[in-house]
T-cell receptor, first 111, second 114 residues
């Protein structure tokens, strides 16, 4: 079993819809949780990170962590075609900054 | 622009050939990483260098070697390429300290082994 599980999709939504993405993880010692966005043929770029249970908002993006359930989510409000990308959850596993990534979910927002 | 630069962007090799992927960062970051990305597998850590002069194995190190040439540069070598090493390779770096969660990636190197 992988330490971080993520549904690969693809997830297709109409423009303006809410996109809901999630990951589960197995190690309760994990402390830092991140979401990366990756456009086709580009490197991943950090969207958001958090280290506590609860919600964190940044514009149209909300990251949610539930440590008791070992579940993390990313919500994208008012989705735009420019949000079409692969979204990867990542969890920091040690003090050296090593990250364990989910497989990534491909999101397609149709006009 | 500041960031992580990888070369080459594309490479085709025959089984058994060797090659080196180069990575350089100009952000004065301490730690550097090599990941590979395969469909359905996400990003998997090959090797990392927590600081200049140190390197350690990640999740999938077999068939690879690395060199942390100086603080800026971290290279990945395939001594005898195999088709299973066909992948997209990403170099990344992290500043350390409070910024240790902000991993900055290069644009990737797409390798095909025939």
């Amino acid at each position: 079993q992988k330490e971080v599980e993520q549904d690969p999709g693809p997830l297709s939504v109409p423009e303006g819809a809410i996109v809901s993405l999630n990951c589960t993880y197995s190690n309760s010692a994990f402390q830092y949780f991140m979401w990366y966005r990756q456009y086709s043929r580009k490197g991943p770029e950090l969207l958001m990170y958090t280290y506590s249970s609860g919600n964190k908002e940044d514009g149209r993006f909300t990251a949610q962590v539930d440590k008791s359930s070992k579940y993390i989510s990313l919500f994208i409000r008012d989705s735009q075609p420019s949000d079409s990308a692969t979204y990867l959850c990542a969890i920091r596993t040690d003090s050296w900054g090593k990250l364990q990534f989910g497989a990534g979910t491909q999101v397609v927002v149709t006009p | 622009n500041a960031g992580v630069t990888q070369t080459p962007k594309f490479q085709v090799l025959k089984t058994g050939q060797s090659m080196t992927l180069q990575c350089a960062q100009d952000m004065n970051h301490n730690s550097m990483y090599w990941y590979r990305q395969d469909p359905g597998m996400g990003l998997r850590l090959i090797y990392y260098s927590a600081s200049e002069g140190t390197t350690d194995k990640g999740e999938v190190p077999n068939g690879y070697n690395v060199s942390r040439l100086n603080k800026r540069e971290f290279s990945l070598r395939l001594e005898s390429a195999a088709p299973s090493q066909t992948s997209v390779y990403f170099c990344a770096s992290i500043p350390g300290g409070a910024g240790a969660n902000v991993l900055t990636f290069g644009a990737g190197s797409r390798l095909t082994v025939l």
